[in-house]
């Protein structure tokens, strides 16, 4: 059975009295036939968020002629807004280094057909994983990043990504920070898996920081990489109990569990246009 195609409506805008009306009354006008609707109202930065999700084939014009049609609401309430049509999967660039398992998890979820998008490349500092990665019939690019070729190699980082037109970059537990110029070229395109539950134990080892203080749980953050370090909006987060008996091992241990799943979740909120970005917060349609 195929999954339904559908155009999903992303926005956000001042909020304001009869947005709702005027966007859901725009759909009905054209006989569209809402499938999901979510909204949130954020009193602090007086804006409004939407998604709604439409089936594709009850609307007489497809998405160039959606937004055509819809851009001058869209410009009436100051909107920033995207559609995206389910028949067209997301493309995920991944870079991961020496750690292999959230590599494995996610592309063992799109091998099974439960991630639905299209990985168009991995690229890592190592060749650990490219037996792995070719297995799957994806291409793998080995590039080394050292001292010396460190801005030649995120450049050539960067060209992989626009010329595999990724959508969306994702940092499987690789690990080297990006340049502040990578980051601002893709806002809310790059994807992290940190191994600690932020904002504590940022940087290196946070297992063995959450073990030193002694800490009761440890956990995981999937979150948009920006120039400052591990300080990027939050997409998900999750954490497990812990006691004095446990060592740093074990902590390792319970957190590549969570580090997992917490990356495979963020990723599908994000290429299912789940996350919108608020400042430095997100808002998230589960």
């Known amino acids: 059975m195929h999954a339904q195609r559908t155009y999903t409506l992303v926005a956000a805008c001042p909020d304001q009295v009869g947005i709702v009306a005027r966007v859901a009354g725009f759909i009905a006008e054209h006989r569209g036939w809402i499938l999901e609707t979510n909204h949130h109202?954020?009193?602090?930065?007086?804006?409004?968020?939407?998604?709604?999700?439409?089936?594709?084939?009850?609307?007489p014009f497809d998405l160039a002629g959606f937004r055509s049609r819809f851009r001058p609401i869209a410009e009436s309430l100051t909107m920033d807004w995207r559609i995206n049509d389910s028949a067209t999967p997301k493309r995920v660039v991944m870079l991961v280094s020496?750690?292999?398992?959230?590599?494995?998890?996610?592309?063992?979820?799109?091998?099974?057909?439960?991630?639905?998008?299209?990985?168009?490349?991995?690229?890592?500092?190592?060749?650990?994983?490219?037996?792995?990665?070719?297995?799957?019939g994806i291409p793998f690019h080995h590039v080394p990043v050292t001292a010396e070729t460190r801005a030649q190699a995120f450049e050539r980082i960067g060209e992989l990504f626009e010329r595999e037109r990724g959508d969306v970059m994702v940092l499987?537990?690789?690990?080297?920070?990006?340049p502040p110029e990578l980051c601002s070229a893709y806002p809310?395109?790059?994807?992290?898996?940190?191994?600690?539950?932020?904002?504590?134990?940022?940087?290196?080892?946070?297992?063995?920081?959450?073990?030193a203080r002694g800490v009761k749980l440890i956990g995981a953050t999937c979150h948009y990489v920006t120039a400052e370090l591990d300080a990027g909006p939050i997409i998900e987060q999750d954490t497990v109990r812990i006691d004095h008996s446990d060592s740093v091992e074990d902590l390792v241990?319970?957190?590549?569990?969570i580090e997992k799943a917490v990356l495979a979740r963020g990723l599908?909120?994000?290429?299912?246009?789940?996350?919108?970005?608020?400042?430095?917060?997100?808002?998230?349609f589960r």
């Open 41 to 59: 109202a954020d009193i602090e930065s007086g804006r409004y968020f939407m998604r709604i999700e439409v089936k594709a084939d009850s609307l």
């Open 98 to 136: 020496k750690q292999e398992h959230c590599l494995y998890d996610l592309l063992a979820r799109w091998h099974a057909g439960e991630l639905a998008v299209e990985i168009p490349c991995v690229v890592s500092n190592h060749e650990d994983f490219r037996g792995l990665v070719e297995w799957h």
């Open 172 to 178: 499987a537990r690789y690990m080297q920070i990006l």
């Open 188 to 211: 809310g395109r790059i994807v992290n898996i940190h191994h600690s539950f932020l904002p504590s134990f940022v940087g290196a080892k946070p297992y063995h920081q959450a073990y």
């Open 253 to 257: 241990r319970y957190g590549k569990d």
């Open 268 to 284: 599908r909120y994000h290429v299912e246009d789940r996350v919108l970005l608020n400042g430095l917060r997100t808002v998230v």
